[in-house]
């Protein structure tokens, strides 16, 4: 069982191609990293992966299934997308919000039953937001967004989450609690893919990686061993280098001075 994309491609313009042939296999139980400089495609691929873009060519099938023959409402029930930008239009309180996110649960004409609600508080508790179940969306922080926007996610329930830069708008412990809760909620069996401009998140909470450059795929396998200065320096155009102890653990930084 798993989430598969083969051979995507897509262009908003036609013959100007965002995605080109880029292939990905995502299993339960596993954190999949998109890695990339801007304009490289990442968010177009998890939308295509999500169903609000349908790719020119390749297929995407979730669980055997073909994604093209799903419902919008299956394919919610399936596949969760946390997209990039906190949406604040409206001055929902951060329950509301969240409780959005068991929409393909209700249906259009029901109402939230019991567990909907429990559901709402599993997810606010897993983010740290619970406190805040009150407040309008509106009245909070970037990163407070972000986090009522992952808990939407999760009382989705799907078995694949996708996240658009979940470690943006955070402080370092911010970050720090989100990657780990995602962490943990693979090793409970859910297929997460997530965008990141950094390579030493993918180094610590993932299991994979996948590295666009132009819409390509340029590398792709186990972080610890496809994470490279060189690889990195083709996938932004500037210079890389390592820091390691002698544990084995190591990070990526750009290549400003010597350390």
């Known amino acids: 069982m798993s989430l598969v994309g083969e051979g995507i491609t897509y262009a ?16 339960p139980g596993n954190t999949l990293f998109l890695l990339g400089a801007n304009g490289s495609g990442k968010t177009t691929l998890l939308e295509c992966l999500c169903g609000v873009r349908s ?19 299956e394919r919610a029930k399936r596949i969760a997308y946390v ?3 906190p949406e604040a239009a409206f001055a929902y309180t951060v329950e509301e919000m969240v409780l959005f996110g068991r929409a393909p649960h209700v249906g259009p004409f029901g109402r939230p039953t019991k567990k909907d609600y429990e559901k709402v508080e599993e997810a606010l508790a897993l983010v740290g937001l619970e406190g805040l179940r009150a407040r309008p969306i509106t009245t909070l922080s970037g990163g407070e967004r972000r986090l009522v926007l992952i808990a939407r996610g999760l009382a989705q329930e799907a078995p694949y989450l996708l996240l658009d830069e979940p470690d943006a708008h955070l402080d370092p412990a ?10 943990a909620l693979a090793e409970k ?3 997460v893919v997530a965008t990141t401009h950094n390579p030493n998140s993918a180094l610590l909470y ?15 396998g186990d972080p610890r061993h496809v994470l490279s200065p060189e690889i990195l320096t083709e996938a932004y155009g500037i210079s890389f280098q390592v820091l390691a102890n002698g544990a084995g653990t190591k990070a990526f930084l750009p290549r400003v001075r010597a350390i």
């Open 55 to 73: 790719p020119q060519l390749g297929e995407i099938t979730v669980d055997g299934v073909a994604f093209s023959t799903l419902s919008s409402r």
């Open 12 to 27: 908003y313009v036609p013959n100007r191609f965002v995605l080109a042939d880029v292939s990905l296999v995502v299993e």
């Open 189 to 191: 069996g859910l297929g």
């Open 174 to 183: 911010n970050q720090h609690r989100v990657l780990s809760m995602v962490q």
């Open 206 to 220: 993932g299991h994979k990686v996948l590295l666009l450059r132009a819409g390509k795929t340029l590398a792709e």
């Open 83 to 85: 997209p990039q930008f």
